[in-house]
């Protein structure tokens, strides 16, 4: 399995969340094999695993198992094991068009507003909050956002994304400013190969996904936003804002660095569903 994971590490470039959950998934198919090969699996055998797999799992974790059963066949077939890919003939359950929490943008500024300035933390969160909306950041590319990559002359911070694969994306005044603001009382850093990080916690050390997560669901109840949301919210509601305000949609794609135009349709989907809201809101027979 050290093989196969170094396979995604390394020649797929995938994140590391996505290589320890696929290598669990192989592992833990080649475990319900009982002592059969993998080469030899069928496409009966994906189809019982998954069964068995499904009792407590939701339909898009039903697709991610089926995804990741498919990514280590695919191996199989590159080391010269299999020939076939027994999951093409495995039907990938029905998933609906998933719609994701957004916040409306005087939600947005309301969160902002709620945040003070007057301690260090204060002033982390706002400039947290500010790249995570004003850029349309996955919560880890802020988190490894590094000083020097922030072009603040040109307006332009350069990303580091999933598969590590770099892009540029604008940054407004409202998140520089923001920034700036927060350097002033960034503390030392706690060892020399984090002193490029934009972001740290207190102590000067990497500041992580799940502090992140905490802040977004801490700052959000202060004001008084009662919605489910997370860091990726402020993603989602960017790019659903962006679409509103008449964004090409492909300018959108390339800002979030998403690989398929269809990912980013969502969005298109999402303003439907806004001004479908707005519309029975006020309508004369409601």
């Known amino acids: 399995m050290d093989i196969y994971s170094y396979h995604l590490s390394i020649e797929r470039r995938l994140s590391p969340n996505t290589v320890a959950s696929y290598s669990a998934e192989a592992a833990s198919f080649i475990d319900f094999l009982g002592g059969r090969q993998a080469r030899d699996s069928t496409s009966a055998d994906v189809e019982e695993y998954i069964k068995k797999r499904s009792a407590n799992l939701s339909k898009r974790s039903q697709a991610h198992v089926l995804s990741a059963l498919r990514a280590y066949f695919d191996w199989l077939i590159l080391e010269g094991e299999r020939k076939d890919n027994p999951c093409d003939r495995v039907d990938a359950p029905k998933l609906g068009r ?7 943008q005087e939600e947005v500024v309301s969160i902002m507003e709620a945040v003070g300035d007057s301690k260090p933390g204060d002033r982390r969160d706002r400039a ?5 909306y004003g850029c349309g950041l996955r919560v880890s590319e802020a988190c490894g956002l590094l000083i020097s990559h922030v072009y603040a002359d ?3 911070v350069r990303v580091v994304g999933k598969g590590d694969k770099e892009r540029l994306v604008p940054i407004g005044e409202p998140a520089l400013e923001a920034l700036e603001a927060w350097y002033e009382v960034r503390p030392e850093p706690a060892f020399p190969g984090v002193a490029d990080y934009a972001f740290l916690n207190l ?4 500041l992580s996904r799940v502090s992140v997560f905490n802040m977004v669901k801490e700052r959000a109840m202060l004001a008084g936003i009662r919605k489910d949301i997370s860091p990726h919210t402020f ?14 949609l492909r300018l959108v794609q390339e800002m979030l660095g ?15 569903s806004t001004w479908q809201r707005a519309i029975l809101d006020h309508h004369p027979r409601r």
């Open 98 to 104: 998933y719609l994701p929490e957004v916040l409306s």
């Open 128 to 132: 947290m909050l500010e790249v995570l």
């Open 154 to 156: 040109k307006k332009f």
């Open 203 to 206: 102590r000067g050390r990497p």
């Open 235 to 248: 993603r989602h509601s960017f790019a659903t804002h962006l679409v509103e305000n008449g964004a090409d």
């Open 258 to 272: 998403h690989e398929s135009i269809l990912t980013t349709e969502i969005y298109t989907h999402i303003d439907s």
